[in-house]
């Protein structure tokens, strides 16, 4: 019981540390508000174009899409887990071995941070959420168990994300750059996590494909269920499918890094 006290004061204070972080950063916030600003408008203008001569695409109306569309920009976070870069730079700065001989599990103190992280991030996206309400005309959805499945939904994705990142994040063990690796999984993650096109746009191939890995579950699986593209009535087969892929990649995830660890290198040591 006083090694569960312990562990929990230890991921609490990890818990804590990641706003002050944010908080540091400032002017990043006000950048990214601007980018992020444009770049929904262009998907905005982009999609109205594709609606100009027809009244739906794939069963979808022109606000259904944009109310996706722009619910999965302000969700984005979801997504944003950052753990090959984090991994790159502690093995060149050599940062790893300490890591590695703290008393906590590597994991979990990871994860922890990444949740943290995600909380800050959504917080910050609240002047986001005001720009696409006001300039781009976003309905909210106002029914509660909505809101409720989307929250279980999306903490689902989010976990079994982290454990899929933390999978590709081991393969830095093997490599002495991660820019490329980065960049790729960067790439794949903005199509695959159906941030840009609702999988139900998608050929029956390509969404076969999507779903076979784990970048919808953070942004397209809870959003559709947002949305209402997927009924709510489905949304205990969502979450179990979602379980299944947290399970799945937790216990991959650990016994890779097992394995990975051991190719750790460190300064040529």
């Known amino acids: 019981m006083r090694a569960l006290r312990r562990d929990l004061s230890i991921y609490l204070s990890i818990f804590g540390m990641t706003p002050k972080v944010f908080m540091a950063y400032q002017l990043w916030f006000w950048i990214g508000l601007v980018l992020n600003t444009i770049g929904m408008a262009i998907l905005v ?6 609606y100009a001569d027809t009244d739906s695409v794939a069963a979808l109306s022109l606000q259904q899409t944009l109310t996706y569309i722009l619910l999965a920009q302000i969700f984005f976070p979801l997504t944003d887990v950052d753990l090959i870069f984090d991994f790159g730079f502690n093995l060149r700065e050599g940062n790893i071995i300490h890591f590695l001989l703290r008393p906590i599990n590597f994991q979990g103190m990871y994860y922890v941070q990444n949740l943290s992280s995600l909380m800050m991030r959504l917080i910050l996206q609240i002047p986001i959420a005001v720009v696409a309400t006001l300039l781009f005309g976003l309905q909210w959805p106002t029914d509660p168990a909505t809101w409720g499945a989307f929250a279980v939904s999306a903490l689902l994705g989010f976990t079994a994300l982290f454990f899929f990142h933390w999978f590709l994040a ?36 390509l969404q076969t494909v999507v779903l076979s890995i784990p970048f919808a579950q953070a ?7 947002l949305t209402g593209i997927t ?12 379980l299944a892929w947290v399970t799945g990649m937790w216990l991959v995830s650990a016994l890779f890094f097992r394995v990975a660890v051991r190719k750790v290198t460190v300064q040529g040591g």
């Open 219 to 225: 942004i397209a699986v809870p959003v559709s269920l």
């Open 231 to 242: 009924p709510l009535i489905q949304a205990p087969l969502v979450w179990l499918t979602q």
């Open 45 to 50: 203008f982009f999609w109205r174009a594709v």
């Open 170 to 205: 081991c393969l830095t063990f093997y490599t002495t750059e991660v820019w490329g690796l980065g960049v790729l999984i960067f790439g794949m993650s903005l199509f695959l996590s159906g941030s840009l096109v609702p999988l139900t746009m998608m050929p029956g191939w």
